[in-house]
């Protein structure tokens, strides 16, 4: 082989990312998968497969399926399972990322029968709902013997899923990671004593927590269930003039607000539905501004937040440990600049998206190899 034919650049594999629905703009740890990992990607979407708009398998298929189901009573899998297959084919497929634990249930007999390497990739609440957990308690082992690997966002999560039934060496801890060029800029020594608080209104978030150990003003981001809730708990405080509600915002105006603030604060909990967080997104942005964090010692929490020296921790339900917390910055305006600095560098250190996308192609890259060696 010449020189020249040695390094000829290699075409990139073709990646096929299967999701419960398209992602939201705000989920950008899915984008980021779909849009920068160094492959051709295909997204394949729905519980009836579909690719853009337009489902995988024509109508006479669909209803061909609807008739056999309707006369032996059978389940959607041989549906879903012909549209992947179709899918594989016409893509070229050579490996397929599940987002989300459910997804790869649903996948996992289509990538057998094709002999595709399936990496699932869990994020919270596939790992710990219990009513998930329940529904999917004989799939998901099936699923981990199928699966060439099964990424884990955080250390928390990687031990609930070997319990569940994976084994040690298929399980990745790989958490997500930040565009740190789009943050930065907060300078919390040199602003007024605002806590900003980033999060969907939900239990797990806790967010009347956050809002009775408050100390000073909290702005709240987001939108939720719970937002109707917390918008009266706040009257009945007393604290409507010190708490903003401000919606949900996009990528841009979540990163103007965290420019202004001195801290990051979020209580999550495990809710009692048994939902937990990942590793939140909205900690790893505050940091990358350079933002001191307030949080509880909660799943993927305590993985990126060190304790005295990038934000301080609590346990979950603590609430007068968090005030004494918010208290404690927002009078000592020095120690909030020092922290936020501190966990500048951190993120920017350890949870660049580009170091975790790098990762997860790696290991993606492996399974693709041990496969076609097997």
């Not at 942005?285 to 005295?308: K, N, Q, Y």
Request: charged letters at 20%; hydrophobic letters at 40%.
């Amino acid at each position: 082989m010449s020189k020249t034919e040695r390094q000829k650049p290699q075409p990139k594999k073709n990646l096929a990312v299967v999701t419960p629905y398209i992602p939201s703009l705000t989920e950008t740890f899915i984008r980021s998968h779909i849009d920068q990992l160094p492959a051709n990607t295909t997204l394949i979407h729905g519980w009836r497969p579909s690719v853009g708009d337009k489902p995988v398998l024509s109508l006479a298929k669909l209803v061909g399926f609807r008739l056999i189901r309707t006369i032996n009573g059978s389940s959607l899998d041989r549906e879903t399972t012909a549209a992947y297959l179709k899918a594989f084919r016409r893509y070229k497929t050579d490996a397929v990322l599940a987002e989300y634990g459910e997804c790869g249930v649903q996948v996992m007999n289509a990538t057998k029968r094709a002999g595709l390497p399936l990496i699932v990739h869990f994020h919270g609440y596939d790992a710990s709902r219990l009513s998930v957990l329940q529904a999917q308690r004989e799939t998901y082992p099936q699923m981990f013997r199928v699966a060439s690997a099964v990424i884990a966002v955080s250390y928390a999560m990687r031990q609930k899923l070997i319990e569940l039934g994976a084994s040690p060496d298929k399980v990745h801890y790989n958490p997500y990671g930040v565009d740190c060029e789009k943050f930065g800029g907060a300078h919390p020594g040199q602003t007024p004593p605002l806590f900003l608080a980033v999060g969907r209104f939900t239990e797990k978030k806790a967010p009347a927590i956050t809002l009775r150990a408050f100390a000073k003003t909290v702005n709240a981001v987001g939108e939720g269930p719970l937002l109707e809730d917390c918008q009266k708990l706040v009257s009945e405080l007393g604290i409507s003039n010190s708490v903003v509600f401000l919606g949900g915002l996009d990528h841009a105006a979540v990163q103007s607000e965290m420019k202004k603030a001195r801290c990051s604060v979020q209580h999550s909990i495990v809710a009692p539905s048994g939902d937990c967080e990942g590793t939140p997104v909205s900690i790893l942005e505050a940091g990358a501004t350079g933002l001191p964090v307030i949080a509880t010692r909660h799943a993927g929490i305590p993985d990126v937040v060190i304790e005295g020296q990038t934000g301080f921790l609590v346990d979950e339900g603590d609430e007068d440990g968090m005030s004494k917390f918010m208290i404690q910055v927002a009078h000592d305006a020095e120690l909030a600049g020092r922290i936020g600095g501190t966990a500048r560098r951190h993120i920017s250190t350890n949870f660049t998206e580009r170091q975790r996308l790098g990762k997860l192609w790696e290991i993606i890259e492996s399974c693709m190899l041990a496969e076609r060696t097997n």
